[in-house]
């Protein structure tokens, strides 16, 4: 069983930045691919951003690219979405997830996840 637990939302005024954390406990015996999701009231999760499970290339979505970074640090099992610039339109819960598949190295969709964290909510005001 693997646990993930987010931290770093919070409330920031547009323009400002973020520092998303989100920390794997359990059966890490290998390195996962995981994500970045985010929730609008009412939508569905939206893809953000993702981390190979073979290295630490990323890929992230046009809305947020060159604004918000996600890394890995595999010594503390935690990955990171660096959120800078940020805008109202950016307001959501953020969710990490880890996938299990070892088909591909990364993933975009939130359905080839295996695991979310409880969510953080990211409140940007104008």
């Known amino acids: 069983q693997v646990e993930l637990v987010e931290s770093g939302g919070g409330l920031v005024q547009a323009g400002g930045s973020l520092r998303l954390s989100c920390a794997t406990s359990g059966r890490t015996d290998r390195t996962y691919a995981m994500g970045w999701f985010r929730q609008f009231p009412g939508k569905e999760r939206e893809f953000v951003a993702a981390?190979?499970?073979?290295?630490?290339?990323?890929y992230h979505q046009h809305s947020v690219r060159g604004r918000f970074t996600m890394s890995r640090d595999s010594a503390k099992n935690t990955v990171f979405l660096q959120m800078n610039s940020l805008k109202p339109e950016d307001t959501a819960v953020y969710y990490c997830a880890l996938a299990r598949s070892r088909i591909a190295a990364m993933y975009m969709v939130a359905s080839d996840y295996d695991y979310w964290g409880q969510g953080t909510q990211v409140t940007v005001s104008s």
């Open positions: 981390i190979s499970r073979l290295d630490n290339t990323t």
